[in-house]
């Protein structure tokens, strides 16, 4: 899955998410801004929470023109 719903350009990905589990025992979890938008954010110094797993780490593969945010559902992810 990738950073857009339907998006199959994750491939390029797949190298960092194999060594951070094989060498460090992270786990790389991918989400849509849509889905993210529906997640409980943590506040007041709580953690973000992803299928029980604390997420300790955000990288943006989407979001960087108003082409990817074409509903206050992608901002309010995007925000969060």
């Not at 786990?27 to 997420?55: D, Q």
């Amino acid at each position: 899955r990738g950073a857009f719903s339907g998006e199959a350009n994750a491939a390029d990905q797949r190298i960092l998410e194999y060594t951070l589990k094989l060498n460090h025992g992270i786990k790389l979890v991918r989400c849509t801004l849509n889905e993210i938008s529906t997640l409980k954010a943590g506040g007041s110094g709580k953690p973000l929470m992803v299928g029980g797993l604390h997420i300790a780490l955000v990288y943006f593969r989407a979001g960087y023109t108003p082409r990817d945010l074409p509903s206050e559902i992608e901002w309010d992810g995007y925000k969060r």
